[in-house]
């Protein structure tokens, strides 16, 4: 099957600074993706998603951006908070005969100093 | 609040103790699923029901076993479990099967 990966397991970041989370994904027919974030005792929360006929998109504070050419997805958090202390997840879809289903990576912890 | 609630939080079961998690959601999502999340390792998808059937079982083992009695609720039920099993159990709903998930908060599961 196909599988998402993360570049860095942990990223440590002043509070205030802009981060910038990286996942690489392999099949290259993938069309659609979906960042989540983990707070501690939480499931995961949709954050920000992005089509392929898409290479950037913005929410509020995040953006996310789209590489085809070299399968490479990233989510930027402008001027992070320690509410953002959590783990992030990449996750693309993929299409089967037996039906669509999403594959997650193994997730980047993203934690805030003050 | 996610919109999908699951019950218990936190459950401890011996070897040879039957439970049930639950999950309910109200968002009028078609899909429902349950995943493993064990740590440094990513998610486990389990089972997938669309329109409450089930169709997706990803090779679980017979010990875990499915229900789905309508579109809003989900249980998993649990027999004779192994110690690897204890894991973060969540449930996701999808309107369809090509929608984002909505979470759950998990069954935080140890098998004593």
């Known amino acids: 099957g196909e599988s998402v990966g993360l570049h860095l397991p942990t990223l440590s970041v002043q509070e205030g600074d802009n981060s910038i989370i990286n996942c690489a994904y392999s099949?290259?027919?993938?069309?659609?993706f979906i960042w989540y974030k983990q707070e501690s005792g939480k499931g995961p929360q949709f954050i920000i998603d992005i089509r392929s006929n898409m290479d950037k998109r913005q929410g509020q504070r995040v953006t996310v951006l789209l590489n085809k050419t070299v399968k490479h997805l990233s989510l930027q958090i402008a001027a992070t908070q320690p509410g953002d202390s959590a783990v992030y997840f990449c996750?693309?879809?993929?299409?089967?005969?037996?039906?669509?289903?999403?594959?997650f990576g193994t997730g980047t912890s993203l934690t805030v100093i003050p | 609040e996610t919109g999908v609630t699951q019950t218990p939080r936190h459950l401890v079961m011996g070897m040879t103790n039957k439970k049930s998690l639950k999950c309910e959601q109200h968002l009028g999502h078609n899909a429902m699923y349950w995943y493993k999340q064990s740590a440094k390792k990513p998610l486990e998808l389990m089972f997938v029901?669309?329109?409450?059937?089930?169709?997706e079982n990803n090779s679980v083992p017979s010990r875990f076993s499915p229900e789905c009695p309508n579109s809003s609720h989900l249980f998993l039920h649990l027999h004779t479990l192994q110690p690897e099993d204890s894991a973060l159990y969540l449930c996701?709903?999808?309107?369809?099967?090509?929608?984002?998930?909505?979470f759950g908060n998990g069954t935080r599961l140890t098998v004593t």
């Open positions: 996701a709903s999808s309107l369809n099967r090509d929608s984002p998930l909505h």
């Open positions: 099949n290259s027919a993938s069309d659609y």
């Open positions: 996750a693309e879809l993929n299409k089967w005969n037996t039906g669509n289903q999403f594959y």
């Open positions: 029901y669309n329109f409450k059937e089930q169709t």
